[in-house]
């Protein structure tokens, strides 16, 4: 059975950080493209960080660049995402997905997404 789960959502205060985890299980992690997305109360689901199957590099939304770092460990087949700065816009479930490419399109299998709610 595939499953991605997402863990390390909570509230934090504006200018606080949060490292969320990602768990693959039930498949060859290393087959597979694995990203972060996000989606805030009314809000398209948008791309949050991914690395590019095309040129190997980690590409992030230009909402968060400079403050999170997506990175994984192979070896554990764990993702992370680490966010600095936050900012009440951040608010949002923050979700996993695995596929063939980082365009929410390309995603075969999504996680059940943890929560990241950032106070004024």
């Known amino acids: 059975e595939v499953q991605l789960v997402e863990s390390g959502g909570g509230l934090v205060q504006a200018g606080g950080s949060l490292r969320l985890s990602c768990a693959a299980s039930g498949f060859t992690f290393d087959d597979y493209v694995i990203g972060w997305f996000r989606q805030a109360p009314g809000k398209e689901r948008e791309g949050v960080s991914c690395i590019s199957s095309s040129d190997g590099r980690t590409h992030y939304a230009n909402s968060v660049k400079g403050r999170f770092t997506g990175y994984s460990d192979n070896a554990k087949n764990t993702v992370y995402l680490q966010m600095n700065s936050l900012k009440v816009e951040d608010t949002a479930v923050y979700y996993c997905?695995?596929?063939?490419?980082?365009?929410?399109?390309?995603?075969?299998?999504w996680g059940n997404g943890t929560l990241v709610t950032v106070s004024s």
């Open positions: 997905a695995a596929g063939s490419t980082c365009l929410d399109r390309g995603m075969d299998y």
